[in-house]
């Protein structure tokens, strides 16, 4: 059965700290790793991760897939209280019609 | 930007009632889903659907049914809600192969009594 494992499920952090999130997966046909963050209801995309060792950036986050390891971090540098968000992970399929697997998520919680 | 909207943020039923969730999107995407959130289980697919018409379970469909009759509306159906029902319903749409433009609606929370 595909599994995506994230860790810890929850974070509790002071601003400026720089935190890292951990997704972990077994799932076969792998196409891709998706991050997202849902701060109220909607989720929306961070990145997506296809190849091994290339870092994706955007501002203080970045993220990096390891296909050996099966997994993948999140980092946020500098922390704000805007940080403050569910991340989730997912994974998407070669075949499946584009379902994906998620993870159960990551509350990350940036403490003023 | 693309908009999905669920029609309610949140729904309180009684236990037997038939509950419709409503869910249209505006960016003429091919594929459809819906998911239930719950704390500690993350996001699990119910349903899904790639064209009008068509529907293919996802990974917990017991107790649920959809119906896509147009390309821009996908409606979630409980048949006869039950407590274990109770949870927090998130739609989503994209144009196929493109998971990355996955967008999400901002969810219904229902409560089943």
């Known amino acids: 059965e595909d599994k995506v494992v994230q860790s810890p499920l929850s974070l509790v952090v002071h601003e400026g700290d720089t935190v890292t999130l951990n997704c972990s997966y077994e799932?076969?046909?792998?196409?891709?790793l998706l991050w997202y963050k849902q701060e109220k209801k909607a989720p929306t995309f961070l990145f997506m991760l296809?190849?091994?060792?290339i870092e994706k950036k955007s501002g203080r986050l970045s993220s990096i897939l390891d296909k050996k390891e099966l997994s993948s971090i999140l980092n946020i540098t500098a922390t704000q209280t805007g940080d403050s968000a569910i991340y989730l992970c997912?994974?998407?399929?070669?075949?499946?019609?584009?379902?994906?697997?998620f993870g159960q998520g990551t509350r990350l919680t940036i403490n003023p | 930007d693309v908009k999905v909207t669920q029609s309610s943020r949140y729904l309180v039923k009684r236990t037997g009632e038939k509950v419709f969730l409503e869910c249209v999107q505006d960016?003429?995407?091919?594929?459809m889903f819906w998911y239930r959130q719950d704390p500690g289980l993350g996001l699990r697919l119910i349903y899904f659907?790639?064209?009008?018409?068509?529907?293919e379970k996802g990974d917990i469909p017991e107790g649920y049914s959809v119906s896509r009759e147009k390309k821009e509306r996908f409606s979630l159906i409980l048949e006869s809600a039950s407590t274990n029902q109770t949870s927090m319903y998130l739609c989503?749409?994209?144009?196929?192969?493109?998971?990355?433009?996955?967008?999400f609606g901002s969810g219904t929370q229902l409560s089943v009594l």
């Open positions: 989503a749409s994209s144009p196929p192969g493109q998971n990355e433009k996955l967008f």
């Open positions: 799932v076969t046909n792998f196409r891709s």
């Open positions: 296809t190849s091994s060792g």
């Open positions: 997912a994974v998407e399929r070669l075949q499946g019609a584009q379902k994906l697997v």
């Open positions: 960016m003429d995407h091919e594929n």
């Open positions: 659907s790639y064209d009008v018409k068509m529907k």
